[in-house]
Nanobody, 120 residues
Framework: QVQLVESGGGLVQAGGSLRLSCAAS????????MAWYRQAPGKQRDLVAI???????NYADSVKGRFTISRDNAKNTVYLQMDSLKPEDTAVYYC??????????????WGQGTLVTVSS
C-alpha cells in the first residue's frame, strides 16, 4: 500500500514564503509524475505545477516566476516553494503522484491536502 503525506501549510502574510512537502511511502518502484493542485473555497481543483520524472516542469500562468516545484526521487518527495505569496493563493493544496509499485502497475494518488492562507 502506498500513501502520500503532506506538510508545510499555514498562515503567511502577503509577500511571504512557504514550502510544501509531500512524501510517498510504501512499496514503490518508480514515480513518473509529481504535481501540486489547489482548490480555493467554492472553486474547482486546479493544477499549480507538475514535475515529470525526466526533469521537465510546468506551471500555471498565475504562479510562474513565484512558485518552484522540485522532486527528490531518492526520498520519493515533491516540494513546492512558494514565494511572493498573494491573498489569491489562499487554498487547500494537494499533491498528486503517479506511483508505480511494480513495472506493470500504476496508481494515481492524492495527498490529504494542506491549507495555505495568505493574509493581506
Amino acid at each position: 500500500q502506498v500513501q502520500l503525506v503532506e506538510s508545510g501549510g499555514g498562515l503567511v502574510q502577503a509577500g511571504g514564503s512557504l514550502r510544501l512537502s509531500c512524501a510517498a511511502s510504501g512499496t514503490i518502484y518508480a514515480i513518473s509524475v509529481m504535481a501540486w493542485y489547489r482548490q480555493a473555497p467554492g472553486k474547482q481543483r486546479d493544477l499549480v505545477a507538475i514535475a515529470a520524472s525526466g526533469g521537465s516542469t510546468n506551471y500555471a500562468d498565475s504562479v510562474k516566476g513565484r512558485f518552484t516545484i522540485s522532486r527528490d526521487n531518492a526520498k520519493n518527495t515533491v516540494y513546492l516553494q512558494m514565494d511572493s505569496l498573494k491573498p489569491e493563493d489562499t487554498a487547500v493544496y494537494y499533491c498528486k503522484m503517479v506511483v508505480h509499485p511494480t513495472t506493470y502497475r500504476s496508481l494515481e494518488l492524492w495527498g490529504q491536502g494542506t491549507l495555505v492562507t495568505v493574509s493581506s
